[in-house]
């Protein structure tokens, strides 16, 4: 049994991984941190993470970037695993965490999703294949109205994913329409869509000489995102300290 902490309880990712805790007989959540403090969980919740006395195995911070520091300190002083879905952060801030790694396991992601993660894994290998045979490589994604950030963490993950697996020599392109010159065999291109209630698509498409390859995620709903959490938690309890992420999680 996973006993987990979650900050950001009372958010809509938090509640998700309230509901999807509760039909999962090999995890529970013994508490949760939230400022506010509205609604009426099945567990114990602390506006201030200083005040929480709760045994636990894992930590999962789906709040805001605002105050990290001290969720993370917490994790490093009561030595618990932490999985940060938190999106956002500050240069600063991310050097903290990588420093958080060398005391606490910590588990960092763009995204939470299983699918998502292994489409990474696909892409860096279908690039690898197809890249200097001539494919151009392009990514499109596309969220819903009220997102803030284009392109998204998600598309930029997977470009960097593939570029990692062709020596990060590709040059990212989010917007031709300022030149006018025929596309550059080592450039990326990623565009944003955004409108109406889409959660989350992307397609990474592989275009050659008569034949394009495109692999493709949807989500359907965030639960994809909570449930990833979920599965983290799992695979972080009784971990040593380090940096790990999905594909860790995958393997």
Do not use: W
């Not at 520091?69 to 500050?90: F, M, W």
């Not at 593939?162 to 590709?170: A, F, K, P, S, W």
């Not at 291109?189 to 992307?202: A, K």
């Amino acid at each position: 049994m996973v006993k987990i902490i979650i900050a950001g309880c009372n958010g809509r990712m938090g509640q998700m991984i309230t509901d999807i805790v509760k039909e999962d007989n090999d995890a529970v959540i013994v508490s949760g941190i939230d400022i506010i403090n509205n609604r009426d969980n099945d567990y114990p919740v602390f506006t201030d993470i200083a005040d929480c006395d709760t045994a636990a195995d894992v930590i999962i911070d789906v709040s805001s970037v605002n105050g990290i520091e001290e969720r993370i300190g917490y994790a490093v002083d009561k030595h618990i695993p932490v999985i940060i879905c938190s999106t956002g952060l500050s240069d600063s801030q991310l050097a903290y965490v990588r420093e958080a790694s060398g005391k606490v396991a910590v588990l960092k992601s763009a995204n939470m999703s299983l699918g998502i993660n292994l489409l990474m894994k696909l892409v860096k290998e279908a690039a690898s294949k197809l890249a200097d045979n001539g494919f151009d490589i392009e990514i499109v994604e596309k969220h819903h109205n009220q997102k803030l950030d284009a392109p998204s963490g998600t598309a930029l993950a997977l470009a960097d994913s593939i570029n990692d697996g062709l020596g990060d020599r590709y040059e990212y392109v989010y917007d031709r329409s300022q030149v006018r010159k025929k596309r550059g065999k080592e450039e990326l291109g990623i565009s944003s869509v955004r409108g109406g209630t889409i959660t989350g698509t992307h397609d990474v498409i592989f275009a050659g000489t008569d034949e394009v390859l495109t692999l493709s995620h949807m989500a359907y709903s965030r639960a994809v995102f909570a449930k990833g959490a979920v599965v983290a938690a799992k695979f972080m309890k009784g971990k040593d300290a380090g940096y790990y992420d999905m594909a860790d999680v995958l393997m």
